[in-house]
């Protein structure tokens, strides 16, 4: 019923820069939260970015002053600015929400399939 479609991703060399964006779909009535999370080869899932009701938004201390995440409420969809890539940043990123589904009394957690993100020269 509920989809989270992410695109964008790929192979950057370090130090430049990737967008990425991911659309939900579906009978959704509202998004709690929606955001990004990460994950390389052999570590835990991490979170990257999140934003939540109010407009409010919390990052991962290794990828403040570098990411940048915003919501089009419009259109259901969020956007992950990724600048000054590091080797570390290379993972799967994963889209994440916190939404209530129409007819539902309760919100829950929905992930995108997610997308590769390689920095590497």
């Known amino acids: 019923q509920v989809q989270l479609v992410e695109s964008g991703g790929g192979l950057v060399p370090p130090g430049g820069s990737l967008r990425l964006s991911c659309a939900a779909s579906?009978?959704?009535?509202?998004?709690?939260?929606m955001g990004w999370y990460r994950q390389a080869p052999g570590k835990q899932r991490e979170l990257v970015a999140l934003?939540?009701?109010?407009?409010?938004?919390n990052y991962a201390d290794s990828v403040k002053g570098r990411f940048a995440i915003s919501r089009d409420n419009a259109k259901n969809t969020v956007v992950l600015e990724m600048n000054s890539l590091k080797r570390e940043d290379t993972a799967v990123y994963y889209c994440y929400a916190h939404l209530l589904k129409r007819g539902s009394p309760h919100a829950y957690d929905y992930w995108g399939q997610g997308t590769q993100v390689t920095v590497s020269s």
């Open positions: 579906g009978s959704i009535f509202s998004i709690n939260a």
């Open positions: 934003t939540t009701s109010g407009g409010s938004t």
